[in-house]
């Protein structure tokens, strides 16, 4: 069987290896002209997402690149002295197998699992699909696939085509997410700086192997602004505004915005669909179940996903109508539970109140400083996102 993939980010590339070592031929087509390898943002891989890059064979390459990010200093806007925060003792009581890695690094880690059984079609995309799975592309000659997976994004263009205008599926939560990449110029290594206040919170990171900083901005708003995902000095000045006057670290990071070389911005939207499957079509990743980016463990979600989806074709023997179904059935509870803790941690991360903006800072350094115990104990009772992510569980389709 041919299955073309959409998407050549993190779910694609995954979903593609599994594929190809259950036997079938797969290409993955991907808008962008080339793989990037630079820029993006930090993601978490916890331990489900983990367990599956072991079986690839990459684990060690991820770890190897992961950044290292085990402190945090979280200045409150109007207080003066700064909260300090052991970031390994919460992420030990998260989970007990979790790494943070830059996304696009991660990306060129599982495409290079695969790199010699799938081909890559880059700097093109799709324009139509037939229900017979002829498949039309902006440059390449049309093909014709058995099957075709969506793995590019919230704002995919498969689902586009197949299920219809975004809108009808999207439901924004209130909030908008900004990262740009600037210089390290405070030798930031394995440390995050937080400035937050009320309806907004700015942080910078960086990591020894990086040589570059990335700083990253979320902040509220009562109502979707006006911007388009590809309108990039509008979204800049979005940016400038929301976070006028917080602090004079955080203004010194905006006037990179002129120079930064590589910049994302984009509201934090949940996708919300009875189905991600039509015909010989299906979706995985933010291209299907978005929980919303930044807040709700998308990549680690989309791991897990590409690796069922995978699964369930080669136990069906390549008949969609039973793979995809069996697909959804496996994710649904995960991708329900996902979308209440990306909820839940974004009234966190981004404080409505004053009192809010305390106990951010408070309730992290609590943790932090509490034995491993009680720590992971408390940890539970106020997120979900440690209980989500942790315990997500999926068959094994190793030999599928």
């Not at 925060?85 to 790494?99: M, T």
């Not at 000095?233 to 930064?260: N, S, Y």
Request: with cysteine.
């Amino acid at each position: 069987m041919r299955i073309l993939v959409s998407g050549a980010g993190v779910a694609g590339p995954v979903v593609a290896y599994w594929l190809t070592r259950h036997g079938f031929r797969v290409t993955v087509v991907e808008r962008a002209a080339a793989a990037r390898r630079t820029g993006g943002h930090a993601v978490d891989l916890f331990r489900p997402a983990m367990d599956i890059s072991e079986k690839m064979g990459v684990l060690r390459r991820v770890e190897e690149r992961a950044t290292g990010t085990d402190r945090m200093t979280v200045f409150q806007e109007g207080v003066r002295r700064p909260v300090r925060v052991d970031l390994s003792r919460i992420f030990g009581a998260a989970s007990d197998r979790h790494v943070e890695v830059m996304r696009d690094e991660l990306s060129g880690i599982y495409r290079d699992a695969a790199r010699d059984d799938v081909e890559y079609l880059f700097g093109d995309s799709i324009t139509a699909i037939s229900p017979d799975g002829q498949v039309r592309f902006e440059n390449a000659a049309p093909r014709r696939f058995d099957l075709v997976v969506g793995a590019d994004g919230l704002h995919s263009n498969v689902r586009r085509l197949i299920f219809g205008a975004e809108s009808r599926f999207s439901a924004f939560t209130g909030a908008y997410f900004g990262v740009l990449t600037l210089p390290n110029v405070l030798g930031l290594d394995g440390e995050l700086l937080m400035h937050v206040g009320v309806g907004r919170t700015a942080g910078i990171y960086g990591a020894r192997h990086l040589g570059e900083a990335r700083a990253l901005f979320l902040f509220r708003s009562e109502r979707e602004l006006d911007q388009d995902h590809r309108d990039v000095p509008r979204q800049k000045a979005l940016l400038r505004a929301a976070f006028e006057g917080l602090h004079p670290d955080v203004d010194r990071r905006l006037d990179e915005l002129d120079r930064t070389p590589a910049f994302y911005f984009d509201s934090i939207t949940q996708l919300r669909m009875d189905t991600w499957s039509r015909g010989r079509v299906t979706l995985v990743g933010d291209a299907g179940y978005c929980p919303g980016p930044a807040v709700g463990g998308s990549t680690s979600l989309a791991v897990v996903g590409a690796y069922v989806l995978a699964g369930e074709p080669a136990r069906a023997g390549g008949d969609h109508e039973r793979a995809f179904p069996a697909y959804e059935r496996a994710m649904a509870e995960h991708v329900r539970g996902s979308h209440a803790a990306a909820l839940s941690a974004a009234k966190t991360l981004i404080p409505r109140s004053r009192l809010g903006v305390r106990g951010l800072a408070q309730g992290a350094r609590l943790i932090s400083a509490l034995p491993a115990g009680p720590g992971r104990a408390l940890l539970r009772l106020t997120t979900r996102s440690a209980r989500l992510y942790n315990s997500m569980t999926v068959d094994d389709y190793a030999f599928a």
